[in-house]
């Protein structure tokens, strides 16, 4: 799993680097602290997505825990 994430970590890094050169060649260099402030949000809305898929998850773990429990008492 290591090898995985150390792969999709320089796969990410060539993709900043390819999108950057297209957008330097194409718009203009200052162009660049824009699109990487809108690579940032969509970043941060990933991992604020994530994270609350995750709590909801494990909420809904923990009912169904307690419920199970509760049922086997009565």
Do not use: D, H
Request: net charge positive; proline share 0%; charged share 15%.
């Amino acid at each position: 799993m290591l090898s995985l994430n150390t792969s999709v970590l320089q796969l990410a890094m060539a993709a900043g680097a390819g999108i950057g050169g297209i957008v330097v060649e194409r718009v203009s260099l200052a162009a660049i602290s824009w699109i990487g402030a809108a690579a940032v949000t969509v970043a941060a809305g990933a991992a604020a997505f994530s994270l609350g898929m995750s709590r909801s998850r494990l909420r809904s773990s923990r009912i169904a825990k307690e419920r199970s429990i509760l049922e086997a008492e009565v």
